[in-house]
């Protein structure tokens, strides 16, 4: 997602109308993951409507900031930010959910901050680059690490399957977005299909897992799109990105991070 949207906003810099075109887009395809499974898991539309206020989060504030941190700093920078994502979501559920805490877990938090130190201290960086760009992006990771909380919290007392609520979380985020950031519409939203489709079924993913993992397991899992932002930034955007070194070791850095918090949950 991440690469494509890169792709689509060096053609069209409105990022309120990439925004609005790749959750659109998500949401037609996580309605059809609802409908194609609905005979064997049903709809429960009705159980569904917390999930739209866990949309106001993320999409409807947070793929702003997303849309925003990528146009200002690139796929590859954005992608390893967003891949620090276990600190924040493992630091609010131990605090929220109570799930526990162990010296594993400061150690992966210790690798993913020294990742962050890493990026920080690169000097080889892109002209399009902008710091805010990097602000953006942090506040992207705690608005999903918000969600991802509050859907695990969520889907432990609620009978919509994980498509349908991840078909409201979309709705409501849509409704937010339109209401506060009026975009405009025009055709270009097309450039942004892809990246909707991407995120569309990477977000019905994210729920069917917080339906049957804890947010500490989860969340690392997830972070390892930083290996997989980056490494297709290098093979399809290696003239703009601008690659380093200090940004792939702070890449390895963060996912070894993910996976300690992970293994050692």
Known sequence: ??????IALDRERDARLGTLATIATALVVALAWAVAEAPSRG???????PFALAGLLQPGIGQLFATLAIRETGSSRASMVFGTAPLVSVAIA??????????????????????????????????HLRRIGLLYAFVTVVLFSSRDNLVRWLAEGTSA?????????LLGGLVLLV?????RVSTRALLF?????CFGLSYVAVFEAFYRGRVTVV???VATESLAGVGLSILLLRHTELVGRRLIAGVALIVAGGALIGAFR
């Open 179 to 183: 209401v506060v950031a009026r975009p």
């Open 219 to 221: 969340s690392p899992l």
């Open 161 to 169: 399957p994980p498509a349908v609520a991840a078909s409201a979380a």
């Open 94 to 127: 131990l605090v929220a959910l109570g799930e526990p805490l162990s010296a594993p877990l400061l150690a992966g938090a210790l690798l993913i901050v020294a990742g962050s130190v890493e990026l920080a201290r690169e000097r080889e960086r892109p002209a």
């Open 1 to 6: 997602m991440s690469v494509a949207l890169r």
């Open 43 to 49: 709809i429960h539309a009705t159980a569904a409507w």
């Open 193 to 197: 299909v892809p990246a909707g489709l």
